[in-house]
Nanobody, 127 residues
């Protein structure tokens, strides 16, 4: 069992930055690939970024590539999402999720492979 708690969401102006954190409980954090998803009002949940269990390989949605960076600290059981050059269309509730380590590549872009989800944190970007 893994429990995930996101934090760091806030209201920022366009062009600003936010750093989201996701703290995981349990001693098996390093066994999971981690992902960030987001859901805007009236829209489906969409993939943002993912990172393998070792932290060596990262994946990004085209809409955030070059602006967002996913990272993890397995010693702290935490995954991060650094969001720069924010745009109003980045406004959403951001969720972190954990998937078994044997998933990689495009499989991590689908929410179905993730076993555990956090409650979400709201990020709002004003124009």
């Amino acid at each position: 069992q893994v429990q995930l708690v996101e934090s760091g969401g806030a209201l920022v102006q366009a062009g600003g930055s936010l750093r989201l954190s996701c703290a995981a409980s349990g001693r098996t954090f390093s066994s999971y690939a981690m992902g960030w998803f987001r859901q805007a009002p009236g829209k489906e949940r969409e993939f943002v970024a993912a990172i393998t269990s070792s932290g060596v390989i990262t994946y990004y949605a085209d809409s955030v590539k070059g602006r967002f960076t996913i990272s993890r600290d397995n010693a702290k059981n935490t995954v991060y999402l650094q969001m720069n050059s924010l745009k109003p269309e980045d406004t959403a509730v951001y969720y972190c999720a954990a998937a078994p380590r044997y998933y990689s590549g495009s499989r991590l872009e689908g929410p179905g492979v993730y076993d555990y989800w956090g409650q979400g944190t709201q990020a709002t970007v004003s124009s």
